[in-house]
């Protein structure tokens, strides 16, 4: 490492990020949507509703785009390195970060705009809940690969 | 022993992060409802949150922060005896003595009931900042497990 010490920050910091994000992830499909699924369309409606509504605040968007924005400094930084195992697992853990970030914006994002406007539980719950499940999957998988690298920066 | 750090890190981290989609959105969500329609959401979720895909990692965080803090406790490590402790008394002890006992009342409330909206209202007051507590414990513990593993 160049400069040992900014990429050991760095990546406590994105690992910190990683987790809170999976962990959201996570908390949507073990509690939340198991918990919606059993309850009647309207109060599902209005739930959900104010959950779109409400996720959209700043420590939530912080941690949603700074987890995956700060993975690909990291990656960045890394692209002069020489390949060796720390590099590996760290690109590992960025490119699976990165992609929990695209399958929100293809598919949750979109679901979400779609059932804030029409409503349709039936349209939304089975697709939104897959696909919460395989970020949360690709999220965790990523947390891994970040604990896995900072076991391998060399120790101080 | 790293192994073991590193796992009750990633489980501190999902718990902690848990919590916060809770403080962050949901709960906030749920104020917003009226009275009966957002008690309904929360039993259904009081009744979810104790099945197997949350306890798993809720509980097994607990026995692995207590793995972890004997071992920093036998190296002398202050970063996993503080990382354990916070998932441990913060995480997973303030839920069992503090959150558990409010979710089990509120199980007990008819949500059209005349007097629920007062209940309702008490709930939200004391449950939400018990959850910024064990939210912030969560990632501390998350924190100063990820720290654990660097200095070692």
Not at chain 2, 9 to 37: C, D, N, Q, W
Request: charge should be neutral.
């Amino acid at each position: 490492m160049s400069n040992k010490r900014t990429l050991d920050i760095t990546l406590v910091v994105t690992t910190l990020l990683t987790a809170l994000l999976a962990g959201t992830y996570f908390g949507f499909a073990t509690g939340v949507m198991p918990a919606l699924h059993h309850v009647d369309d309207h109060v599902f409606v209005a739930t959900q509703l104010a959950i779109n509504k409400h996720i959209q605040n700043p420590l939530f968007i912080l941690v949603f785009l700074g987890g995956p924005l700060l993975s690909l400094v990291l990656g960045w930084t890394e692209r002069g390195e020489q390949n060796t195992e720390l590099k590996r697992w760290l690109l590992v853990a960025v490119a699976l970060s990165v992609i929990g970030l695209v399958i929100s914006f293809a598919a949750n994002i979109p679901l979400n705009d779609k059932f804030d406007k029409h409503h349709d539980r039936s349209d939304f719950e089975d697709a939104w809940v897959v696909w919460n499940a395989i970020r949360a999957f690709v999220t965790t998988a990523s947390l891994g690969c970040f604990l896995r690298a900072l076991l391998l920066v060399p120790r101080r | 022993v790293t192994v073991l750090t590193t796992a009750t890190a990633l489980g501190s981290g999902l718990v902690g992060g848990t919590f916060m989609a809770f403080s962050t959105f949901v709960m906030p969500a749920l104020k917003r409802l009226p009275t009966h329609e957002g008690i309904a959401a929360m039993q259904a979720l009081n009744v979810t949150a104790v099945q197997p895909p949350f306890m798993v990692p809720f509980i097994g965080t607990a026995l692995l922060s207590v793995a972890t803090i004997a071992t920093g406790i036998a190296d002398g490590d202050g970063y996993r005896i503080g990382g354990g402790a916070s998932y441990l008394l913060g995480a997973f002890g303030l839920t069992i003595a503090y959150h558990v006992p409010r979710n089990d009342a509120l199980d007990q409330i008819d949500p059209t009931a005349p007097d629920s909206a007062a209940h309702w209202q008490r709930y939200l007051r004391e449950w939400i900042p018990g959850n910024h507590v064990r939210t912030l414990a969560g990632l501390a513990g998350a924190a100063l497990l990820t720290v654990a593993t660097n200095v070692q």
